[in-house]
């Protein structure tokens, strides 16, 4: 079937060190998947990220970056120098191109340290 | 832009009452969806509106669960005789169209349910 999967729950990182949040992704029935990342701050509601609908491709904001790796169905989310005020929820999601439904992966729970 | 408006923010309900939740899409955006996030299961899917009709309500709880949207403004999630594990957050998202096909769905803050 279709699926995200982000293998950590929680990821501690102290601020100004670089992240990886990881991502991969299943999509057995969907012939051109988009990819997302969504945030969740603290007190507010979900907002998306970054989107790549292109395999190979990379979408940036805020400092963040992921690459469309379709040889590893990977969609992973990279910072170089994380700030306390990125600590949130990051959800990794997939929709189909013309699509409505996006999947979603469990959310990474990242905490910044000062 | 108020963004997708969700009532209640928070709601507690005794086991087997009826709890009703109301979302209000972002207006000229053609497609409203329903999920519910929990820690255990995360964000899953439960159904979705296009135009106002049914789309896709694989997610659903085959029973006590269903949604409605009878006008372009308004969405609402009904949950009948509601049991202790349907404690969850219950998130409105909708889109609209760009160039025929689905565009980034926007999220509204979402109703805390409480179920004692």
């Known amino acids: 079937g279709d699926s995200v999967t982000q293998t950590e729950g929680q990821v501690t990182v102290s601020e100004s060190k670089s992240l990886i949040i990881n991502c991969t992704y299943s999509?057995?029935?969907?012939?051109?998947?988009?990819l997302f990342w969504y945030v969740r701050y603290p007190g507010e509601g979900l907002q998306l990220l970054l989107k790549?609908?292109?395999?190979?491709q990379k979408g940036s904001s805020r400092g963040f970056e992921a690459t469309y790796n379709k040889e590893t169905t990977s969609f992973h989310l990279q910072k170089a120098s994380v700030q306390e005020s990125d600590s949130a929820v990051y959800y990794c999601?997939?929709?189909?191109?013309?699509?409505?439904?996006?999947?979603f992966g469990k959310g990474t729970h990242l905490h910044v340290l000062p | 832009n108020a963004g997708v408006i969700q009532t209640p923010r928070h709601k507690v309900t005794g086991k087997g009452q009826e709890a009703t939740l109301w979302c209000e899409p972002i207006s000229g955006h053609s497609a409203v969806f329903w999920y519910r996030q929990t820690i255990v299961q995360g964000l899953e899917f439960l159904t979705y509106?296009?135009?106002?009709?049914?789309?896709?309500d694989s997610g659903m709880p085959k029973e006590r669960f269903s949604a409605q949207m009878p006008n372009q403004s308004h969405s609402t999630l009904k949950i009948q005789s509601t049991q202790p594990q349907d404690s969850a957050v219950y998130l409105c998202?909708?889109?609209?169209?760009?160039?025929?096909?689905?565009?980034?769905?926007?999220f509204g803050p979402g109703t805390r349910l409480l179920v004692l």
């Open positions: 999601a997939l929709r189909d191109t013309n699509a409505y439904k996006v999947i």
């Open positions: 999509a057995t029935s969907i012939a051109y998947p988009n």
């Open positions: 790549v609908i292109t395999a190979g």
């Open positions: 509106f296009r135009n106002q009709a049914p789309i896709d």
């Open positions: 998202a909708s889109s609209s169209d760009w160039g025929g096909a689905p565009d980034t769905q926007y």
